[in-house]
Structure formats: C-alpha cells, structure tokens
C-alpha cells in the first residue's frame, strides 16, 4: 500500500474538514455569497492571483459572469500580464489593472497561497484605499499579510500549494453556486 498517496489524501480531507468545521469560516462564505449577489447589475468584481491562483482567477471571472450572471474580470491574459508588468513593474500590475478599470464599491477577490505575493498587497491597499470591498484567499501563516487586507478573508491552514488551490477554487465554486442556487445546473 502507497503511505505518501493514503496519507496525501487523508491530509487534504482533514484540512478541508478543518475549514469548514468553523463557524467563522462558514459565516465569511455566506458573506461573500451575499456581498457578490448585491454586484448583479452593479458593480464590477475584479479576481487576481500569481501561479495557479492566477488560473483560478481566470477560471472564477468567467464562471462568475458566464454562470452567475455577475460582472467579473481578472487580469490574467498573458499580454495584461505582460504589458502592465513590463510598463509599471510586476509589483504594480494588478493594482494599475485596478487604477485604469475599477471604480468604487467594485469587489476585489484577492488569492494568495502564501498571503505575501507583494502584487496582490499592493492591489487590495489601493482597493481599500478606494472604497472597494475586499475578499482574500490564503493559507500559510495564519497572521499572513493579505488575511487582514480585506473585508470577508478565508485562511486555510495549509502550506501546500495543491491544497490551497484545491480548496480555494473549492470555496469559490461554492460561492457561484450558492448564487445560483444549486451545484447543477445548465450552462447559460
């Protein structure tokens, strides 16, 4: 029997156990639920991350407006990346993504594993530094830089990059279908 694989997995489920054991936890899903429902027709909501965050990102700007009829974006393409890290520096880019496209009382969903990335630091202060609403994604240390940042954060306690990933597109997938209404539905 493979020990590594058993105890791969027996880890993954004991930390999303953990989670959702929480009634903070499951009070901040419900806000977020709620505060993303009131954007319908509103406000615009912005999704960032680096790395597989940033896949993530992309992954929710789209299930957001294409399923949840909300009005999402992320900053991920290959040439906004490029562009605004080449033209402003790689730690400014997602805050002058914001500069140039937000506006107040927008939603910024912040995701960092680690809750250090200095790019995502930057943009949640400019964010709340222009009456927008913040929601945070982390993991690693429980006092990380972004799990203060915003208005509704969700800490994992991991520090393993696959399980925060997992368990951050896990939330947000509960989130959009928490809008929706149900965990199946048809494509819109």
């Known amino acids: 029997m493979n020990k590594f694989l058993d105890n791969y997995f027996d880890d993954f489920q004991s930390t999303i156990s953990s989670f959702l054991k929480s009634e903070s936890n499951k009070f901040s899903l419900?806000?977020?639920?709620?505060?993303?429902?009131?954007?319908?027709?509103?406000?615009?909501?912005?999704?960032?991350?680096?790395?597989?965050?940033?896949?993530?990102?992309?992954?929710?700007?789209?299930?957001?407006?294409?399923?949840?009829?909300?009005?999402?974006?992320?900053?991920?393409?290959?040439?906004?990346?490029?562009?605004?890290?080449?033209d402003f520096g790689y730690e400014n880019l997602f805050k002058k993504g914001l500069e140039h496209y937000s506006s107040p009382e927008d939603i910024l969903i912040a995701i960092s594993g680690t809750g250090t990335s200095k790019n995502i630091l930057k943009a949640c202060t400019f964010a709340k530094d222009n009456n927008m609403k913040i929601i945070t994604l982390s993991g690693f240390a429980a006092d990380n830089p972004l799990s203060n940042l915003g208005d509704i954060n969700l800490w994992v306690d991991s520090k393993a990059f696959g399980y925060l990933e997992i368990i951050h597109s896990l939330l947000l997938h509960y989130i959009n279908d928490a809008i929706i209404g149900s965990a199946e539905y048809m494509i819109r």
């Open 30 to 86: 419900e806000k977020s639920v709620d505060l993303l429902k009131l954007t319908k027709n509103k406000n615009k909501i912005f999704i960032i991350g680096n790395g597989g965050s940033a896949s993530v990102a992309e992954h929710f700007a789209i299930d957001f407006t294409k399923n949840a009829g909300l009005n999402a974006n992320s900053f991920s393409s290959s040439s906004t990346l490029t562009t605004y890290a080449n």
